[in-house]
C-alpha cells in the first residue's frame, strides 16, 4: 500500500477529482494548503504598494492505494493537473504500514 | 424661530455623521490583520461613549460655550446648563441648540476614532483611551472653538471650514503622524506583509462612511436649504471623482485597478470636499476630487518612502486630503454658489482667502502638533502606549479584549 500525496494547483481538485473518480479511487482527503516551490511568491498590491506573498494557496490531495494503482494514479494527477505553467505542483508517494476501518475493524487492502 | 425642515434635516443628519463611526470601524478592520479585527473596530466603536460624555458634560460648552478671549468657550454650560430646545443666537438659529449639540456631538466622536488607523494593531487599550479623552479636551475642543465657535479668533479673521477640513481632518491626521512618531511601527514593519484580512469589510465601511457624508457636509449648512444642497452635490461629485482619478493612477501605474485603490480615492476625495463643500460649485467639486485623487495616492506612496507605518493611512489620506481642501477653498469658493461665502482666486477674489487658510493651516496642524506630541509623550512614559512584544504577535483581540473575531 502506498499513500499519494499530491500537491496542485486550486483550481484543478474538481478535474483530478472526477479522473480518479473514473477509475474508481473510493476515497481521498483533501486540504487547503500554503507554500511555494520554485513558483515562489506573487505580488500583490495594496494602497500601490507592492507586497510579495511567499506561501501561496494550494490543495493537498492525500489517498491511500494499493501498489498496483500508483504508477496509473500518478499519472492521472499529473495529467489532470498539469497546465505547463510554473507551479503546477508536486507528488509524492510515501510507504504505508496499515490501514484499519474504524467502523469494521477491517485492515489492509479490504480497508482501502 | 425654529424651523421645522431644518429640524427635522438636522436630527437626521446627526443620526447620519454618527453611522459613519461604526462604518469606520469596518473601513479600518478590514485592513488589519484577522487577530485585530475586534481591537481595531473597539477603538473607533468606543469613542461613542467617552466622546460622548465628555461632550455633553465639557466639550460642547469648551467648543461652543461663551468665548473667552477668542480662545475657548467657558464651562458655563457644563453638562448642557442652558442647552435646551430653544434656539441659540450664535448657532443655527431655525433649530433647537439641543439639535445643534447633538448634531456637533458627532463631530467630536469620529475625530479621535480617524486618528486610531495611524497606530492600528499596537497600542494597549487604556492608555488609548485616556489619550483620546485628553485630546478630544485639548485639542478638538478648543481648534473646534477657534474655528466654529462664536468669538473664536480663526473664524474671527476669516479662516473658512465649512464642515471639518481643519477640525476634523487636519487635526486627526496630524495627531496620526505625531502617534507614528512616537509609537514607533508594528514589529516587522518593511519585513512582515501587512495584508488587509478582509477587503471586503473596509468596502462595506467605504459605502457607510460615503452614506454619512451626506450628513457630515450637507448638515453642515445647518438647515434645508440651498447650501445644504450645494454640499450635498459637491460631496458625491469629488468622492467619485477621487475614486475615478486613484483607480486610474493605479491602474496606468501598476498594470491593474484595485477595490482598496477605489475606496481610497473615493475617501480622499469626501474628506478633502469637507472643508469646500458648502462654498463650491459642482464643476469645481469634481475638480477637487480629481486633485485629492491625485495628491493623496502620491502621499500614501510617499510613505513607504519614508518608512513611517502609518498603518492605514490617516496621515495620506484625511491628513493631506483636508489640508488640500481647505487650501483649494481659496482657490474655487464663489459667492455665486453661496452668498454667504467668499469669492476666492478663480472668482476674482485674489489671494486673500488663499492667505487665511494657509493660515489656518499652520496655525491648526502647529498647535495640534505641539499638543499631541506632549500628551502623547506624557501618556507614554507613565503608563506606556505600546503592547508587549508577546501581545502583539497573539494579537490585540485576544490579549487586550479576550475575545477573537473568527472562531
Known amino acids: ?112 | 424661530m425654529i424651523n421645522a425642515a431644518d429640524t427635522a434635516f438636522i436630527l437626521a443628519a446627526a443620526g447620519l455623521v454618527l453611522l459613519m463611526t461604526p462604518g469606520l470601524a469596518l473601513f479600518y478592520a478590514g485592513m488589519v490583520r484577522s487577530e485585530n479585527v475586534l481591537g481595531t473596530i473597539m477603538q473607533s466603536l468606543i469613542m461613542i461613549s467617552i466622546i460622548s460624555i465628555e461632550w455633553v458634560y465639557i466639550g460642547y460648552s469648551l467648543s461652543f460655550g461663551p468665548d473667552i478671549g477668542g480662545v475657548i468657550g467657558d464651562l458655563s454650560w457644563f453638562a448642557l446648563r442652558g442647552v435646551t430646545t430653544a434656539p441659540s443666537a450664535d448657532y443655527a438659529s431655525t433649530i433647537p441648540q439641543l439639535v445643534f449639540m447633538i448634531y456637533q456631538c458627532m463631530f467630536a466622536v469620529i475625530t479621535p476614532a480617524l486618528i486610531t488607523g495611524a497606530f492600528a494593531e499596537r497600542v494597549r487599550f487604556a492608555p488609548f483611551a485616556l489619550f483620546s479623552l485628553l485630546w478630544a479636551i485639548l485639542v478638538y475642543n478648543p481648534v473646534c472653538h477657534w474655528i466654529w465657535g462664536s468669538g473664536g479668533w480663526l473664524g474671527k479673521i476669516g479662516v473658512l471650514d465649512f464642515a471639518g477640513g481643519l477640525v476634523v481632518h487636519a487635526t486627526c491626521g496630524v495627531a496620526a503622524l505625531v502617534a507614528v512618531m512616537i509609537i514607533g511601527p508594528r514589529r516587522g514593519h518593511g519585513k512582515v506583509n501587512f495584508l488587509p484580512h478582509n477587503l471586503p469589510m473596509t468596502m462595506l465601511g467605504t459605502g457607510l462612511l460615503w452614506f454619512g457624508w451626506f450628513g457630515f457636509n450637507g448638515g453642515s449648512a445647518l438647515a434645508a436649504d440651498g447650501v445644504a444642497a450645494t454640499a450635498f452635490v459637491a460631496t458625491h461629485l469629488a468622492g467619485m471623482a477621487g475614486m475615478a482619478m486613484w483607480t486610474v493612477l493605479e491602474w496606468l501605474k501598476l498594470g491593474k485597478p484595485t477595490t482598496l485603490g477605489a475606496a481610497s480615492g473615493a475617501i480622499s476625495g469626501l474628506a478633502t470636499i469637507t472643508p469646500a463643500a458648502g462654498f463650491v460649485g459642482p464643476n469645481a467639486a469634481v475638480i477637487i476630487g480629481l486633485i485629492a485623487g491625485l495628491v493623496c495616492y502620491y502621499a500614501v506612496n510617499l510613505k513607504a518612502r519614508l518608512q513611517f507605518d502609518d498603518s492605514l493611512d490617516v496621515v495620506g489620506i484625511h491628513g493631506v486630503g483636508g489640508l488640500t481642501g481647505t487650501l483649494l477653498l481659496g482657490v474655487f469658493a464663489s459667492r455665486a454658489v453661496n452668498p454667504g461665502g467668499v469669492d476666492g482666486l478663480l472668482a476674482g477674489g485674489g489671494l486673500d482667502q488663499l492667505f487665511y487658510q494657509g493660515l489656518g493651516i499652520v496655525v491648526v496642524c502647529g498647535y495640534t502638533f505641539v499638543m499631541s506630541w506632549l500628551i502623547l509623550k506624557g501618556i507614554d512614559r507613565w503608563l506606556g502606549l505600546r503592547v508587549s512584544v508577546e501581545a502583539e504577535t497573539q494579537g490585540l483581540d485576544y490579549t487586550e479584549h479576550s475575545e477573537t473575531a473568527y472562531n
Not at chain 1, 490531495?61 to 495529467?79: G, R, T, W
Not at chain 1, 510554473?86 to 504500514?97: A, R, S, T
Open chain 1, 1 to 112: 500500500m502506498k499513500k499519494i500525496e499530491a500537491i496542485i494547483k486550486t483550481f484543478k481538485l474538481d478535474e483530478v477529482k472526477e479522473a480518479l473518480t473514473g477509475i474508481d479511487i473510493k476515497g481521498m482527503t483533501v486540504t487547503e494548503v500554503k507554500g511555494y516551490g520554485r513558483q515562489k511568491g506573487h505580488t500583490e498590491v495594496y494602497r500601490g504598494a507592492e507586497y510579495v506573498v511567499d506561501f501561496i494557496p494550494k490543495i493537498k490531495i492525500e489517498l491511500i492505494v494499493n501498489d498496483d494503482q500508483v504508477d496509473q494514479v500518478v499519472q492521472l494527477i499529473v495529467k489532470e493537473a498539469r497546465t505547463g505553467k510554473i507551479g503546477d505542483g508536486k507528488i509524492f508517494v510515501l510507504p504505508v504500514e496499515q490501514v484499519v476501518r474504524v467502523r469494521t475493524g477491517e485492515v489492509d487492502t479490504e480497508a482501502i
